[in-house]
């Protein structure tokens, strides 16, 4: 097999490992295709450290003598350091590290090879299809159907194979649609308000270009949408003049006089490489040791990333105003439609749907609006906050949607029926995964690959009874309210469960959360009795 | 009476009062000696009963003949009244600035307070100096309580008793008293029982610029050093804070005169800085804007967190210095009444698990705060809204306990109390029915004869109601010294208090009560296992078929 090719210290005694909140320790140090394993050798212990390499975010070396010092930044803003014996040895570990956790080949990711025993490949893979959600949900049946006009992915590379549009518009129409739409994503259903029937629809910019191109047919199936009901909004998440830059590159937005039934609102939300500069300054801000109260929070501030959580939860606020309290279906889009578009989506379901709210429902929402909507995670995770690598599609957005969800769940402690630890677990598996869910940039990719056939799925494997009670919320009780979350700048928080996890401070607070869950779990058991 | 004379309207109908998280509420509004009082004739809506004293500031304005007041309170809570009647509204609003800033303590009202419950233990006994050193006694026989101040002669700003080396006697302590600020000589603030090493607060030596040394002061801070130990003396100012200090008279130990002694100097800032500090701290949280830069800036600009860091950072040096280099410690900086209590007292609660039970923090406040002499009526005379200049004014005691909320978040099962009893302390501090925080010293309270005349905040506090309400449910005791982190990362804004009237804590206070049902449920059924162990147990030895072999 390929990996020993890079592999030519396998082995190394008497290496010291300090890791945060650890004692250092001695042990063997080895380096495997997929990971790297440290075994304690001091008596009395036996700890092991498992690093899977595709965790590991930068490395730092560095020589003294006959020996030398690897500083390795793990994706999940860890930081360890290993003091390994002999120049040489130090040379090739790194030289393994480096290349192995950013092999490019993703049908050689770890996915690929790890068969836990109470897993099986047969298994489903995934929660539920569109085939299956569209089934379930009994009252769209009369005035939407299912399309596969993208069963071989032709239409739209980034869409699953089946997707919901109006009854009245036929598979010809949404082709047309989608070539006037910026990556073929013409708009679809993602959220149907059950309380009044309005609907929240997504898709990418259109591409009216210079000289206002319309399409006839996008213009048909916004106003199938809105049907009776006298308007619509449009949530831009781009500000006006944004997208007036964006008919220059051919992309634009709907204008008023072709679609006069729908209001256009702009909220502009940071994306790409701004969001990712955000997460690099807030990490060193979070890393700063100078113990110096003005440089922290001028850090903070400098860094920008709460007025991005600020944004994304009062657009998504909005877009849920616009369902739940005036009425009136929307549709959201940016540029492509596969980032901040998903965010807001996301973040409004939770804010009205009770069922977003339940574990499995959190999961299922997931898996509709990131996986199957097609977010590009191999692209957007590839790098965490520390690489040194120039960065080309990375982007925290997904990270910036858990922080908005803890930012919900703190303001809403028994509105959730999951926990801190599964949003924490959530952030570790984007970026390095022992599952195939978040392989791929979308559906298409993921078929190609045959993910579905030879990886497990996170989201079923995080139902299992152990894991399902680890990562649900035992103060949960479920509202059918909509949950609407504070924007104001005071009432939003750094989310210290990620990024102050490594210091002693988020130890402490698990702790509690530990006392409090298992007394739960006992409380459960012994009234089953 | 005279409070009749400050009350031109008594009484007037049709007021409409604006508050915080509930609905708004139409009544009569009624002055009397110390409270304003709204009440609607309906039964389901909760009346106001607001104390003049906790009033920090008002401020009228007029639409047309309805005039509003709005009325800012010392506990930081913001509420307004729509009163009809122009000449009705001008009369409250001078009634409402003249009771709400009476000068004569003896009109406040806990003189006039009588007690709705029955007390089960008199609060002003409760934490008395002698009884804290018969639990010194028990310990050690190297400290003796004096009676020098008896008649507070010696130090105005001491208790009648204090302790102090065994070996030192009165008159020693009396040149000493000479020879330190506002005549605080070194006393004994704690005892850590694990290895004997002591505690000890002061106000500064006046050295002046000529460097007049007093051989008894000497004498009696080394004989509190084991023999061939060092001690630390932590000054609460910076050095150039210290030197200036002389040319007013004051100054600091220095080396050739305590050889046995290292000075460390920290920065914690007092009086107007603080003031101010809190100011810009309540604005910023007020402020409506929606941007997330401006309320970081604000927040860092106020400074607020910067004087809970130094705070911090100086009480667990001081824990330092005495449970990990087994030295002894001194504090002061200048008069001893304001960071020097801060540092002794935080220090207390790293080092002591006693206090950090309800009591025991109770008896902290007493010792360390009231009979240390810290001037309550002067620091806590206006708050964060006033509009006249501070004087006196510094929140101190405010910062104490932010510093204590701070630890508590930090281990959040350590203490026996919760958030809310340090948000009342707050209040009661500042405007309150009961006499604990009236006066400045041990003096004051003596002269004013308030455990005669007023009920001690303590009386109240410690009957099973409230206290049920005050207790942490995560409590489990823990005797180690516990090391708060002091990183500005670690550090959060005090929510509780500072967030508490401009967002609403449904949900949150929601989440607290089904964790202390949960936690009561488990208690419970953790009882039942027991009792039905006990009996399994008892029906195994008694029936005689199980026992047969």
Same mark, same amino acid.
């Given at each position: 097999m390929?990996?020993?090719?890079h592999?030519?210290?396998a082995?190394v005694?008497?290496?010291?490992?300090r890791?945060?909140?650890?004692?250092?320790?001695?042990?063997?140090?080895?380096?495997?295709?997929h990971?790297?394993?440290?075994?304690e050798r001091?008596?009395?212990s036996?700890?092991q450290?498992?690093?899977?390499?595709?965790?590991?975010?930068?490395?730092?070396?560095r020589?003294?003598?006959?020996?030398?010092?690897?500083?390795?930044k793990?994706?999940?803003?860890?930081v360890?350091?290993?003091d390994?014996?002999?120049?040489?040895q130090?040379?090739?570990?790194?030289?393994s590290?480096e290349?192995l956790?950013?092999?490019?080949?993703?049908?050689?990711?770890?996915?690929?090879?790890?068969?836990?025993?109470?897993?099986?490949?047969?298994?489903?893979?995934g929660?539920?299809?569109?085939?299956?959600h569209y089934?379930?949900m009994?009252?769209?049946?009369?005035?939407?159907?299912?399309?596969?006009?993208?069963k071989?992915?032709?239409?739209?590379p980034?869409?699953?194979?089946?997707?919901?549009v109006?009854?009245c518009?036929?598979?010809e129409?949404?082709?047309?649609?989608?070539?006037?739409?910026?990556?073929g994503?013409?708009?679809v259903?993602c959220?149907?308000h059950?309380k009044?029937?309005?609907?929240?629809?997504?898709?990418?910019q259109?591409?009216?270009?210079?000289?206002?191109?319309?399409?006839?047919?996008?213009e048909?199936?916004l106003?199938?949408?809105?049907?009776?009901?006298?308007?619509?909004?449009?949530?831009?998440?781009?500000?006006?003049?944004q997208v007036?830059?964006?008919?220059m590159?051919?992309?634009?937005?709907?204008?008023?006089?072709?679609?006069?039934?729908?209001?256009?609102?702009?909220?502009?939300?940071?994306?790409g490489?701004?969001?990712?500069?955000?997460?690099?300054?807030?990490?060193?801000?979070?890393?700063?040791?100078?113990?110096?109260?003005?440089?922290w929070?001028?850090?903070?501030?400098?860094?920008?990333?709460?007025?991005?959580v600020?944004?994304?939860?009062?657009?998504?606020?909005?877009l849920?105003e616009?369902?739940?309290?005036?009425?009136?279906?929307a549709?959201?889009?940016g540029?492509?439609?596969?980032d901040?578009?998903?965010?807001i989506c996301?973040?409004?379901?939770?804010?009205?749907?009770?069922f977003?709210?339940t574990?499995e429902?959190?999961?299922?929402?997931?898996e509709?609006?990131?996986?199957?909507?097609?977010?590009?995670f191999?692209?957007?995770?590839?790098?965490?906050?520390y690489?040194?690598?120039r960065?080309?599609?990375?982007s925290?957005?997904?990270?910036?949607l858990?922080?908005?969800?803890?930012?919900l769940w703190r303001?809403?402690?028994l509105?959730?029926?999951?926990?801190?630890?599964l949003?924490?677990?959530?952030?570790?598996?984007?970026?390095?995964?022992?599952y195939g869910?978040?392989?791929?940039?979308?559906?298409?990719?993921?078929?190609?690959?045959?993910?579905?056939?030879?990886?497990?799925?996170?989201?079923?494997a995080?139902?299992?009874p152990?894991?399902?009670?680890?990562?649900?919320?035992?103060?949960?009780?479920p509202?059918?309210?909509?949950?609407w979350?504070?924007?104001h700048?005071?009432?939003?928080?750094?989310?210290?469960?990620?990024f102050?996890?490594?210091?002693?401070?988020?130890?402490?607070?698990e702790?509690?959360?530990?006392?409090?869950?298992?007394?739960?779990i006992?409380?459960?058991r012994?009234a089953?009795? | 009476m005279?409070?009749a004379?400050?009350?031109?309207t008594?009484?007037?109908?049709?007021?409409?009062l604006?508050?915080?998280?509930?609905?708004?509420v139409?009544?009569t509004?009624?002055?009397t000696?110390?409270?304003l009082?709204l009440?609607?004739r309906?039964?389901?809506t909760?009346?106001?009963?607001?104390l003049?004293?906790n009033i920090?500031?008002?401020?009228?304005?007029?639409?047309?003949?309805?005039?509003?007041?709005?009325?800012?309170?010392?506990d930081?809570r913001?509420?307004q009244?729509?009163?009809p009647?122009?000449?009705?509204?001008l009369?409250?609003?001078?009634?409402i600035?003249?009771?709400?800033t009476?000068?004569?303590?003896?009109?406040?009202?806990p003189?006039?307070?009588?007690?709705?419950?029955?007390?089960i233990?008199?609060?002003?006994?409760?934490?008395?100096?002698?009884d804290?050193?018969?639990?010194?006694?028990?310990?050690t026989?190297e400290?003796?309580?004096s009676?020098?101040?008896?008649?507070f002669?010696?130090?105005?700003?001491?208790?009648?008793?204090?302790a102090?080396?065994?070996?030192?006697?009165?008159?020693?302590?009396?040149?000493?008293?000479?020879?330190?600020?506002?005549?605080?000589?070194?006393?004994?603030s704690?005892?850590?029982?694990?290895?004997?090493?002591?505690?000890?607060?002061?106000g500064?030596?006046?050295?002046?610029?000529?460097?007049?040394?007093?051989?008894?002061?000497?004498?009696?801070?080394?004989?509190?050093l084991?023999p061939?130990?060092?001690?630390?003396?932590i000054?609460?100012?910076?050095i150039s804070?210290?030197?200036?200090?002389?040319?007013?008279?004051?100054?600091?130990?220095s080396?050739?005169?305590?050889?046995?002694?290292r000075?460390?100097?920290k920065a914690?800032?007092?009086?107007?800085v603080?003031?101010e500090s809190?100011i810009k701290?309540?604005?910023?949280?007020?402020?409506?804007?929606?941007?997330?830069?401006?309320?970081?800036s604000?927040?860092?600009?106020?400074n607020w967190?910067?004087?809970?860091?130094?705070?911090l950072?100086?009480?667990c040096?001081?824990?330092?210095c005495?449970?990990?280099?087994?030295?002894?410690?001194?504090?002061?900086?200048?008069?001893?009444?304001?960071s020097?209590?801060q540092?002794n007292?935080?220090?207390?609660?790293?080092?002591?698990?006693?206090?950090?039970?309800?009591?025991?923090f @109770?008896? %902290?406040v007493?010792r *360390?705060? =009231?009979?240390?002499?810290?001037?309550?009526?002067?620091? /806590?005379?206006?708050? &964060? +809204?006033?509009?006249?200049k501070?004087?006196?004014?510094?929140p101190?005691?405010?910062?104490?306990?932010?510093?204590v909320w701070?630890?508590?978040?930090?281990?959040p099962?350590s203490f026996?109390?919760?958030?809310s009893?340090?948000?009342?302390?707050?209040?009661?501090?500042?405007?309150?029915?009961?006499?604990t925080?009236?006066?400045?010293c041990?003096?004051?309270?003596?002269?004013?004869?308030?455990?005669?005349k007023?009920v001690?905040l303590w009386s109240?506090v410690?009957?099973?109601?409230?206290?049920?309400?005050?207790?942490?449910p995560?409590?489990?005791?823990?005797s180690?010294?516990i090391w708060?982190?002091?990183a500005p @990362?670690? %550090?959060?804004?005090? *929510?509780g =208090?500072?967030l508490?009237?401009n967002?609403?804590?449904? /949900?949150l206070?929601? &989440? +607290?009560?089904?964790?202390v049902?949960?936690?009561?449920?488990?208690k419970e059924?953790?009882?039942?296992?027991?009792?039905?162990r006990?009996?399994?147990?008892?029906?195994?030895?008694e029936?005689?078929?199980?026992n047969?072999?």
């Amino acid at each position: 097999m390929e990996f020993s090719d890079h592999i030519k210290t396998a082995n190394v005694e008497d290496v010291v490992l300090r890791q945060p909140l650890h004692k250092p320790s001695r042990g063997t140090l080895c380096i495997t295709g997929h990971h790297l394993l440290f075994s304690e050798r001091e008596e009395g212990s036996s700890q092991q450290v498992l690093l899977l390499l595709r965790n590991i975010d930068a490395i730092e070396k560095r020589m003294s003598g006959s020996s030398g010092t690897i500083t390795i930044k793990c994706k999940d803003l860890r930081v360890l350091q290993l003091d390994i014996p002999g120049m040489e040895q130090c040379l090739n570990i790194s030289h393994s590290i480096e290349t192995l956790s950013c092999l490019d080949n993703v049908s050689e990711m770890y996915p690929f090879f790890y068969r836990p025993t109470d897993l099986s490949l047969q298994d489903q893979w995934g929660l539920s299809t569109p085939e299956e959600h569209y089934t379930q949900m009994k009252e769209l049946h009369k005035r939407w159907r299912l399309s596969s006009v993208n069963k071989s992915y032709s239409v739209c590379p980034s869409y699953p194979s089946a997707v919901i549009v109006p009854n009245c518009i036929d598979d010809e129409t949404l082709k047309k649609v989608a070539k006037f739409r910026q990556g073929g994503r013409f708009p679809v259903l993602c959220y149907y308000h059950r309380k009044n029937g309005m609907v929240i629809m997504r898709s990418s910019q259109p591409l009216t270009g210079a000289n206002r191109k319309r399409c006839k047919e996008d213009e048909l199936l916004l106003q199938a949408v809105i049907k009776d009901s006298d308007k619509g909004f449009i949530i831009d998440t781009r500000s006006s003049q944004q997208v007036q830059q964006a008919r220059m590159t051919g992309g634009g937005f709907e204008s008023k006089s072709f679609y006069n039934c729908w209001k256009r609102l702009h909220r502009q939300m940071e994306r790409g490489k701004g969001l990712q500069e955000s997460l690099i300054k807030l990490v060193e801000a979070c890393s700063d040791e100078s113990h110096n109260v003005d440089r922290w929070l001028s850090k903070l501030e400098n860094s920008k990333w709460l007025s991005h959580v600020q944004t994304a939860l009062s657009t998504a606020g909005l877009l849920a105003e616009c369902v739940e309290r005036d009425g009136h279906s929307a549709l959201v889009h940016g540029y492509e439609g596969t980032d901040c578009s998903l965010l807001i989506c996301t973040l409004a379901q939770l804010i009205m749907d009770p069922f977003c709210r339940t574990l499995e429902g959190f999961l299922a929402l997931l898996e509709r609006e990131w996986l199957q909507a097609g977010h590009p995670f191999q692209q957007r995770c590839a790098h965490s906050a520390y690489s040194h690598t120039r960065f080309q599609q990375e982007s925290p957005v997904f990270l910036l949607l858990l922080d908005c969800v803890w930012q919900l769940w703190r303001q809403f402690p028994l509105a959730l029926g999951f926990s801190e630890a599964l949003l924490l677990r959530l952030a570790n598996e984007v970026y390095a995964s022992d599952y195939g869910t978040f392989l791929c940039n979308n559906d298409q990719e993921r078929c190609a690959l045959g993910v579905k056939d030879r990886t497990h799925c996170l989201f079923r494997a995080l139902l299992r009874p152990a894991e399902r009670d680890y990562y649900s919320n035992p103060l949960f009780e479920p509202t059918e309210l909509a949950i609407w979350p504070s924007v104001h700048p005071q009432s939003l928080q750094l989310w210290r469960g990620f990024f102050l996890r490594w210091t002693q401070l988020a130890h402490q607070l698990e702790a509690v959360q530990e006392e409090i869950r298992s007394m739960v779990i006992e409380w459960a058991r012994v009234a089953q009795r | 009476m005279e409070f009749a004379e400050l009350i031109k309207t008594p009484r007037v109908d049709g007021v409409v009062l604006h508050r915080p998280f509930m609905p708004t509420v139409e009544g009569t509004l009624c002055l009397t000696g110390h409270h304003l009082i709204l009440s609607s004739r309906q039964d389901n809506t909760e009346e106001l009963w607001l104390l003049h004293s906790n009033i920090d500031s008002i401020e009228k304005r007029f639409v047309g003949s309805v005039g509003s007041i709005i009325v800012k309170c010392k506990d930081l809570r913001v509420i307004q009244l729509d009163i009809p009647g122009m000449e009705e509204c001008l009369n409250i609003a001078s009634s409402i600035e003249a009771l709400s800033t009476l000068d004569s303590v003896s009109l406040m009202y806990p003189f006039f307070y009588r007690p709705m419950f029955e007390v089960i233990e008199d609060g002003w006994n409760s934490y008395l100096p002698q009884d804290a050193f018969k639990e010194l006694e028990s310990m050690t026989d190297e400290w003796r309580l004096s009676e020098v101040n008896k008649d507070f002669t010696v130090c105005r700003s001491y208790p009648p008793l204090v302790a102090v080396p065994k070996n030192i006697d009165d008159d020693t302590l009396k040149k000493v008293a000479a020879f330190r600020h506002g005549g605080r000589f070194p006393v004994l603030s704690y005892y850590h029982k694990k290895n004997g090493m002591v505690m000890m607060r002061a106000g500064q030596p006046l050295t002046g610029t000529n460097g007049r040394r007093c051989k008894e002061d000497e004498k009696l801070i080394n004989a509190t050093l084991r023999p061939g130990k060092r001690g630390y003396i932590i000054d609460t100012r910076t050095i150039s804070v210290a030197q200036q200090a002389k040319a007013r008279g004051g100054g600091f130990e220095s080396e050739g005169n305590y050889p046995q002694w290292r000075r460390i100097h920290k920065a914690i800032e007092r009086y107007n800085v603080l003031q101010e500090s809190l100011i810009k701290l309540v604005e910023a949280c007020n402020d409506q804007s929606h941007s997330m830069d401006r309320w970081l800036s604000k927040l860092e600009a106020s400074n607020w967190q910067t004087h809970i860091k130094e705070i911090l950072t100086t009480a667990c040096l001081a824990a330092q210095c005495i449970d990990r280099e087994g030295a002894s410690v001194l504090v002061h900086g200048t008069e001893g009444t304001d960071s020097t209590l801060q540092v002794n007292s935080l220090a207390q609660i790293i080092l002591d698990p006693g206090c950090r039970t309800i009591k025991g923090f @109770q008896g %902290l406040v007493e010792r *360390e705060w =009231l009979q240390a002499g810290h001037p309550f009526q002067q620091r /806590c005379a206006q708050s &964060a +809204y006033s509009n006249s200049k501070p004087r006196q004014e510094a929140p101190a005691f405010l910062l104490f306990l932010d510093c204590v909320w701070q630890v508590l978040r930090q281990f959040p099962c350590s203490f026996e109390f919760n958030e809310s009893f340090l948000v009342l302390l707050f209040e009661h501090a500042y405007a309150s029915q009961f006499g604990t925080f009236l006066g400045s010293c041990a003096a004051d309270r003596a002269r004013l004869s308030l455990p005669e005349k007023t009920v001690s905040l303590w009386s109240w506090v410690n009957r099973p109601q409230e206290l049920e309400r005050l207790t942490n449910p995560l409590y489990e005791a823990n005797s180690l010294v516990i090391w708060p982190s002091v990183a500005p @990362q670690s %550090l959060l804004l005090w *929510e509780g =208090l500072f967030l508490r009237w401009n967002r609403s804590s449904k /949900c949150l206070d929601e &989440a +607290y009560d089904e964790m202390v049902h949960i936690i009561e449920y488990n208690k419970e059924l953790q009882n039942k296992v027991n009792s039905l162990r006990r009996q399994l147990a008892q029906l195994e030895t008694e029936d005689p078929l199980l026992n047969r072999p």
